[in-house]
């Protein structure tokens, strides 16, 4: 029997793990995207094209490739009509390539509303949401208020949906904030009607017939692991459960059909919104971090916060979702530093401390150790061998203080620019 093998970011998101998924999907017959909604922005670029996929898995622009919106994703019909219009305009028939699981959870115009009016409410106390009327949507679910995208084809849909529109108008009452979501309810039922073109399936039955039929599947993460609602930099993370033991719940598989886990992790650390970031950079090097490695939302186009590697987080990460292979993505932004930074190490008043405390705030001091650079392009390096003894010394140190092989490196956004060793 066939087990579902996992990829996610070990950071604050934004790792890249879009351009992974399309990298590894050839090895796999179906892709399941298995948390988080609209707000993931997964970028891919290969035949000189640049996608962003939002919703949809980014196993689709394989031929052969099942993909699965898994039971623990929140849609928005809107976004999720737009994003495949964008992807059938590349002569990819969407209908046959994906389906969708019917305990899929819907966001509502008005749960975008909440979102707005929240983030608003809270002044300097804001966690930086993408307003995308994801955090709304997951306490719907939690509080079993929720709509699912099975509910559509019950008669008393629209009923509803009207419901819980009015129960929150009734909340959005305690906010001194102005809305109107005429022209998006419109839209949003235009994406209804377009989901209705689409298979509606009991996901956690495909999953787990698929492994039982030695069908090989590939699970992908969105956001980062440091963003987990139990185990992120809270309060300032998402909405879902991003790490490893999130795909049990959203796609309805047990612990023991897990397989191989991959960890991607940048050759520095970014993020987006408000949090603790230790190893961040106010200074010229974070911002040419910023405009070297293009850091700006691929859903926000909001920019990035930029920092040296996190080696105490990533170790922390690697441990919460028990990863095997370990993936480096945008090591040759790093080409021209001579000298690179990583954090072993934190000091937490006064004492130092190599592990990821409960208290993760502004008042903790990185201790780095410092390496050096390599200083030439290895953007065109194919082979491990090839690059440069700094860089693989840099390679080996990560390995050793993890435990866990890098078994892929990416030197560019392009899939052919990606070396698995």
């Given at each position: 029997m066939k087990k579902v093998d996992v990829v996610l970011g070990l950071q604050w998101g934004d790792e890249g793990k879009g351009k992974v998924v399309d990298v590894l999907t050839p090895n796999y017959q179906a892709i399941a995207r298995f948390q988080g909604g609209p707000n993931a922005g997964h970028s891919l670029k290969f035949e000189g094209k640049s996608f962003v996929l939002h919703t949809v898995p980014s196993g689709i622009f394989r031929d052969e490739a099942m993909n699965i919106?898994?039971?623990?994703?929140v849609i928005d019909p809107?976004?999720?009509?737009?994003?495949?219009?964008?992807?059938?305009?590349?002569?990819?028939?969407?209908?046959?390539?994906?389906?969708i699981s019917k305990r899929?959870?819907?966001?509502?115009?008005?749960?975008?509303?909440?979102?707005?009016?929240?983030?608003?409410?809270?002044?300097?106390?804001?966690?930086?949401?993408?307003?995308?009327?994801?955090?709304?949507?997951y306490m719907d679910k939690t509080g079993r208020n929720g709509l699912r995208v099975g509910d559509i084809l019950q008669p008393d849909f629209e009923e509803r949906y009207n419901a819980l529109k009015r129960k929150h108008e009734d909340m959005l009452r305690q906010y001194a904030?102005?809305?109107?979501?005429?022209?998006?309810?419109?839209?949003?039922?235009?994406?209804?009607?377009?989901?209705?073109?689409f298979e509606f399936v009991d996901s956690e039955q495909l999953v787990n017939?698929?492994?039982?039929?030695?069908?090989?599947?590939?699970?992908?993460g969105a956001q980062g692991s440091l963003l987990d609602i139990d185990f992120g930099t809270y309060p300032y993370v998402t909405s879902s459960n991003t790490l490893c033991s999130g795909v049990c719940n959203g796609l309805g598989v047990a612990p023991t059909r897990i397989g191989n886990v991959y960890g991607i992790f940048k050759a520095y650390?970014?993020?987006?919104?408000?949090?603790?970031?230790?190893?961040?950079?106010f200074d010229t090097t974070g911002e040419t971090l910023r405009q070297i490695g293009n850091e700006f939302g691929a859903t926000?186009?909001?920019?990035?916060?930029?920092?040296?590697?996190?080696?105490v987080a990533l170790k922390y990460a690697v441990m919460m979702n028990g990863v095997t292979e370990l993936i480096m993505m945008k090591r040759d932004v790093l080409n021209d530093f001579p000298t690179i930074k990583v954090a072993v190490a934190y000091e937490v008043d006064g004492k130092q401390v190599d592990y990821f405390p409960y208290e993760c705030n502004d008042d903790i001091v990185p201790v780095y150790r410092e390496f050096a650079g390599w200083n030439c392009d290895i953007c065109g390096v194919r082979k491990y061998e090839d690059f440069p003894a700094e860089f693989k010394q840099?390679?080996?140190?990560?390995?050793?203080?993890?435990?866990?092989?890098?078994?892929i490196i990416s030197v560019g956004p392009d899939r052919a620019e990606t070396i698995v060793r």
């Open positions: 919106i898994g039971n623990g994703v809107v976004i999720l009509a737009e994003e495949i219009a964008d992807i059938e305009k590349m002569g990819v028939d969407v209908t046959k390539r994906m389906v899929a959870h819907l966001i509502l115009p008005t749960h975008r509303a909440l979102d707005a009016a929240s983030e608003a409410a809270k002044g300097k106390t804001k966690i930086g949401s993408t307003l995308k009327g994801i955090g709304p949507a904030y102005a809305y109107d979501i005429t022209a998006y309810e419109k839209a949003w039922f235009e994406g209804i009607e377009n989901l209705r073109r017939e698929n492994l039982k039929n030695d069908i090989s599947i590939l699970a992908e650390c970014t993020r987006v919104g408000s949090g603790p970031f230790p190893t961040e950079l926000t186009g909001r920019p990035r916060r930029c920092g040296w590697l996190d080696l840099y390679v080996e140190f990560i390995e050793q203080e993890t435990g866990v092989p890098v078994k």
